[in-house]
């Protein structure tokens, strides 16, 4: 789901992932970058309802993320752990890739290689129950 001009306030829950509690944003104006700046605008809340919640992180990880992702491995510095062939991480059903993997795709061409080892991952799982390929 992409929600354009909008924030996350909050990843709604407990014990297990619920929903995101998000804000519309309004264009304030450019910045000295030259790039858009927006602000959030109060009364303008809404909820999205989801089961799994999966941040962007930018190149580098979070370590809140354990916290909603039990089973799943991280490096000391807050990345996932995958399997590089298939981009599994230690929990069934859980794949991930690009800049929040440990050695993960830090530029797009790498991002995107990910995405598709995890593609057809994700296919084989889905189908056979296990993630054959890529397994030797």
């Known amino acids: 789901v992409f929600e354009l001009q909008s ?5 709604l829950g407990d ?3 619920e929903g995101i509690k ?3 944003t309004g264009a304030l104006g450019l910045g000295k970058d030259g790039r858009i700046n927006y602000v959030g605008m109060p ?3 809404y909820v999205l309802k989801f089961d799994l919640v999966v941040t962007a ?5 979070d370590r809140k993320m354990a ?9 000391h510095k807050g990345q996932i752990e995958v399997d590089p062939d298939t981009m599994v991480t230690g929990r069934a059903g859980i794949f991930a890739g690009g800049d929040v993997v440990a050695d993960g795709g830090n530029t797009v061409v790498r991002a995107v290689a990910d995405g598709r080892k995890a ?3 994700i296919m084989d799982y889905v189908e056979n129950g296990v993630v054959s390929i890529g397994q030797g």
């Open 22 to 24: 998000c804000m519309r």
């Open 57 to 61: 992180l930018g190149n580098r990880g």
């Open 119 to 121: 593609a057809r991952a």
């Open 15 to 17: 014990g297990r992932v």
């Open 7 to 11: 924030m996350p306030l909050e990843i």
């Open 67 to 75: 916290d909603v992702l039990p089973g799943v491995q991280f490096s």
């Open 43 to 45: 009364g303008t809340e």
